[in-house]
């Protein structure tokens, strides 16, 4: 095992310093990556850890961030929402740009991976996309939210959402955020590579989610990625998952790295 990984620090754009994991590996690296985590995982979470070591440890550097007010970074969680989510995925890979190199990778963790497809536009550098058990799109969320009624109205602006047993505080304008978003245009119109990962009974984000981003990326050259049966949704139980989703990753790049 041959890394090391540094803090990293950067501004989001919106005057907050967000914290980063650099995993460096011991040799310089073929290509830089950033990695966005689940809706509120931070950094450490297990999916991004074990991916991003992976990466580092077979030559690729690779940047795991917390989003805005989570983790180590500064701002207010309940504060944030999907459009800063894609800003902080934005801002991750400008500072990368600035003070290593432009990254060719952006793999994204559920919904930072929905954040992802969004994001692509704006950064032309990159070669390839992974989604990871990601939601087709913000909307079909906040659906899924008020299907199984996990949405409660604090009063006021203020709102609870419970995700995955944890109550999580919100804002209105972000439920109004995600319903405003048109992923599925963005989805359309990627000209990199995607793959589009996910756990075949998933829990949390069902299978149908990957066949639709799929299914959307109609130009893009792109592969829909099923794991192992019994993978889950934050690869909690074993390190085979994400090791098999960085291998799929590096192996792609070494036949197609410019």
């Keep these: 095992m041959s890394r090391t990984t540094l803090k990293y620090k950067f501004d989001n754009g919106r005057g907050q310093k967000l914290a980063g994991l650099l995993d460096m590996p ?17 950094k450490e979470s297990h999916a991004a850890a074990k991916v991003c070591r992976h990466m580092a440890d077979n030559g690729v550097a690779m940047l795991r961030i917390d989003v805005t007010g989570q983790g180590e970074s500064e701002g207010v969680f309940a504060e944030a929402n999907f459009t800063t989510r894609v800003q902080d995925i934005i ?56 299907r199984q009624n996990l949405i409660t109205d604090k009063g006021g602006d203020d709102m609870e959402i419970l995700v995955i047993n944890q109550r999580v505080a919100f804002k209105k304008s972000f439920i109004d955020d995600m319903l405003a978003q048109n992923v599925a245009e963005d989805t359309a119109k990627i000209d990199k590579k995607l793959f589009v990962f996910h756990a075949p009974h998933d829990n949390i984000v069902t299978a149908d989610n990957a066949q639709d981003i799929y299914d959307r990326a109609v130009a893009a050259d792109r592969e829909l990625v099923m794991l192992d049966p019994v993978a889950t949704h934050l690869f909690e139980n074993r390190k085979e998952d994400a090791a098999f989703v960085a291998d799929t990753l590096l192996d792609w790049f070494r036949l197609h790295l410019k």
């Design 26 to 42: 011991a040799s310089p690296p073929e290509f830089f990556g950033v990695f966005g985590p689940c809706f509120t995982c931070p």
């Design 91 to 146: 801002a991750a890979s400008a500072a990368l740009a600035r003070d290593y190199e432009a990254p060719k990778l952006l793999v994204g963790h559920s919904i930072s991976g929905t954040a992802a497809l969004a994001a692509a536009k704006s950064l032309p550098d990159l070669q390839a996309i992974a989604t990871i058990g990601s939601p087709r799109d913000p909307a079909s969320i906040i659906e899924k939210f008020r």
